[in-house]
């Protein structure tokens, strides 16, 4: 490093010529202790309430819950869940009758996986209660 | 008198609790006061003043000790708080004696040869007078360069200013100081 270099400094060196009374440190430093006013300090490891750390999960639940409710209203007055079941069970209903029919055109059921299928559709309709006729 | 050994790992930790916070502060003032003092006099020249403006920052570092976290080295803490004690009461100063805030140091060094606490001679007398046109960063940088010895690094800390503007600042100063010689020599 380049040091700054100047024969008047040099001359001069670095006595200041500044002075202090004899003593004057100590006597300033117990002055100054003794009379330190009163602070507030937080002690940095303080362990935290049981609310502040129960309090994040708490805004979480609060939020789920929140969106949960939100959208129960939201289905309640456009009527979304009936209207889904229904749908679901036409789409279910489909589905099963689409894949029999697959499974015994293709060949892939046996004989007797036929009979139980057409055992079972007869008990359905079997079971089934006919709508009485209106007496004209 | 046996001195306590100063631990500043020990003491940061212990200035963070109510019940150990004073005797830490206690061991601060005694580690740093002399050190702190001597940065503050060479600004504002009296020894009374000088006195004052140190009390003033400990207060200050004492009050405010909860927003040092650590992060900074307490040195480095102390120094900005004094430097900045230190600009105020001279701006105070200026205003009483009805000089702006815009002229240079010098009315500090007016009584400086009838101090009771100064001895220097002439040419001690000249040298101060010359820091004293210094602008006032110049003149911390000179005076924690040349009186204290100060690596350029530490002084970036307590500064906020890159160690190349910091040696451009003092070169500068030195040449100052030169030419002030040259012409009151």
């Given at each position: 490093m380049k040091t700054e270099k100047s024969q008047i400094l040099d001359k001069l060196?670095?006595?200041?010529?500044f002075k202090v009374p004899e003593g004057f440190f100590e006597q300033f430093n117990q002055q100054l202790i003794d009379s330190l006013p009163d602070v507030q300090i937080t002690d940095v490891d303080e362990k935290p309430s049981m609310w502040v750390r129960v309090r994040p999960y708490l805004y979480m639940a609060a939020t789920f819950a929140g969106i949960w409710a939100m959208m129960n209203v939201f289905n309640h007055f456009n009527g979304t869940t009936d209207q889904t079941m229904r749908m679901n069970e036409i789409a279910a209903g489909i589905s099963q009758d689409n894949n029999a029919d697959e499974l015994i055109m293709s060949g892939v059921a046996s004989d007797y996986d036929i009979l139980t299928y057409e055992d079972s559709v007869n008990n359905d309709i079997a079971n089934e209660v006919e709508p009485e006729l209106p007496n004209n | 008198m046996a001195r306590t050994t100063y631990d500043e790992t020990a003491i940061i930790e212990q200035l963070h609790h109510q019940n150990t916070a004073r005797a830490a502060f206690s061991q601060v003032i005694e580690h740093y006061s002399s050190t702190l003092y001597w940065q503050i006099r060479r600004m504002v020249i009296d020894h009374d003043d000088a006195s004052d403006v140190l009390q003033n920052t400990f207060i200050k570092a004492w009050t405010s000790i909860d927003h040092f976290r650590g992060d900074a080295k307490l040195s480095t803490w102390l120094y900005k708080i004094a430097i900045n004690e230190s600009i105020t009461f001279i701006n105070k100063k200026k205003a009483q004696n009805n000089?702006?805030?815009?002229?240079?140091?010098?009315?500090?060094?007016?009584s400086l040869e009838s101090d009771e606490w100064f001895d220097g001679d002439q040419a001690q007398v000249l040298l101060q007078q010359a820091i004293a046109t210094l602008p006032e960063k110049q003149r911390l940088v000179f005076n924690m360069r040349?009186?204290?010895?100060?690596?350029y690094e530490d002084m970036s800390e307590i500064l906020n200013t890159s160690v190349g503007a910091l040696k451009a600042s003092y070169h500068h100063a030195v040449k100052k100081i030169e030419a002030f010689f040259a012409e009151h020599d």
């Open positions: 060196g670095k006595d200041s010529g | 000089i702006s805030l815009d002229d240079d140091d010098t009315f500090l060094t007016n040349y009186y204290d010895e100060m690596k």
